[in-house]
């Protein structure tokens, strides 16, 4: 099996979890609840029990095993047992596409300091390196304005608007659709 990647950033830890992890999940995703929940999808009932992190991670690593997913999660490295985000590649496409799709969370108590950037930045290294992918798409919310400058400052860009497109909370959202492709991908 390949070696999941760690990315040690300037004031980061961006890694797959792992069973010891569950806990700090759980507790995050609580944390968080009532802020994330406007720009998420709508959990399982069982989403904030340990069975049902348990068996995620076990999926998570079988699915970056075989080349369709990095569930990622941030940790600052000041308190390295506690997460403060996530970054997910998901929906990857090997062959004539080589692309994948993007979607991230940060605590609300960690806004505004630049922490999704930093830790997006070096995720992108690696997909794009090491995963060998021309195209991560990323969407957001037009509402959303913190999503839109992040994936500004990492070199998205608009690619169009998609109506109705994703359903969030139980609604169906609107959503500006982006994308960065890799300047140096190379058929392998």
Partial sequence: MIEAPVF???RLIVRLLSQRDIPAVIHYYKENRAFLEPFE????????NREFWSHQIDKSLIEFSYDRSLRLFIFN??????????????????GVSYSCCLGYSLA??????G???????????????????H?????????????ASVLKRL???????????????????DHILTSLTNPNWAER
């Fill in 8 to 10: 040690i950033t300037p």
């Fill in 41 to 48: 999808p709508t959990k399982p009932k069982n989403f904030y």
């Fill in 77 to 94: 490295k000041s308190q390295p047992d506690k997460i403060i985000g996530g970054a997910n590649f998901t929906q990857m496409i090997q």
């Fill in 108 to 113: 609300e108590s960690e806004q505004g300091h």
């Fill in 115 to 133: 922490y999704m950037t930093e830790a997006i930045q070096a995720s992108i290294q690696y997909v794009f390196d090491d995963l060998n992918m």
């Fill in 135 to 147: 195209r991560i798409c990323a969407n957001y919310m037009p509402h959303n304005r913190r999503s």
């Fill in 155 to 173: 070199g998205f860009v608009i690619e169009g608007y998609a109506g109705n497109y994703i359903l969030i909370n139980g609604k169906w959202e």
